[in-house]
T-cell receptor
Framework: GNSVTQMEGPVTLSEEAFLTINCTYT??????LFWYVQYPGEGLQLLLK?????DKGSNKGFEATYRKETTSFHLEKGSVQVSDSAVYFC???????????FGTGTSLTVIP | DTAVSQTPKYLVTQMGNDKSIKCEQN?????MYWYKQDSKKFLKIMFS???????INETVPNRFSPKSPDKAHLNLHINSLELGDSAVYFC????????????FGQGTRLTVV
């Protein structure tokens, strides 16, 4: 089947710390991979995506690389800010293209 | 101009009532979704429509009935509301295919009392 597993939170970091949120997936075929971010009281917004193996998605200082060999798509940021506090979701869409599969979400709190 | 808009944003209602949540997208997408997010932020797909046709219907009580009058709209009607229906409901839309992304509405926080 298709599924996404991401590290459980909550995660609390000090400002300027390095962030890694792990994500691994199981999928038939060759899925596209996504990271979405949900700020308090809002809907989900696309943060970055990658559509094929070895692609790197990047946005707002966040990066993730599509690793087919380890079926992973870990999210990283070199220096987090208080404004990065949110819930982060890893997701995939399989090659039939009609359903997104989301991980359970990881809550990040960045303290000054 | 909001891409995916859903109304209302907040809905407080008594057990046993019937309520509807409306969703509209102006992106021209061919696929629309309803997700339920519980208090732990877990997102569960409920329904998916492609060109007005139901293609995913996960295990949800049949008190929940989606209706898609056209490609731009997907409404969710809930009968005989129960306490356990309290959650945030998100509408989303996308194109079919791999090189796509889902656009989400702002959510409807439903509280059943």
């Amino acid at each position: 089947g298709n599924s996404v597993t991401q590290m459980e939170g909550p995660v609390t970091l000090s400002e300027e710390a390095f962030l890694t949120i792990n994500c691994t997936y199981t999928a038939t075929g060759y899925p596209s991979l996504f990271w979405y971010v949900q700020y308090p009281g809002e809907g989900l917004q696309l943060l970055l995506k990658a559509t094929k193996a070895d692609d790197k998605g990047s946005n707002k200082g966040f990066e993730a690389t599509y690793r087919k060999e380890t079926t992973s798509f870990h999210l990283e940021k070199g220096s987090v800010q208080v404004s990065d506090s949110a819930v982060y979701f890893c997701a995939l869409i399989r090659n039939t293209g009609n359903q997104f599969y989301f991980g359970t979400g990881t809550s990040l709190t960045v303290i000054p | 101009d909001t891409a995916v808009s859903q109304t209302p944003k907040y809905l407080v209602t008594q057990m046993g009532n019937d309520k509807s949540i409306k969703c509209e997208q102006n992106l021209g997408h061919d696929t629309m979704y309803w997700y339920k997010q519980d208090s732990k932020k877990f997102l569960k797909i409920m329904f998916s429509y492609n060109n007005k046709e139901l293609i995913i219907n996960e295990t949800v009580p049949n008190r929940f009935s989606p209706k898609s009058p056209d490609k731009a709209h997907l409404n969710l009607h809930i009968n005989s509301l129960e306490l356990g229906d309290s959650a945030v409901y998100f509408c989303a839309s996308s194109w079919t295919g791999l090189n796509t992304e889902a656009f989400f509405g702002q959510g409807t926080r439903l509280t059943v009392v």
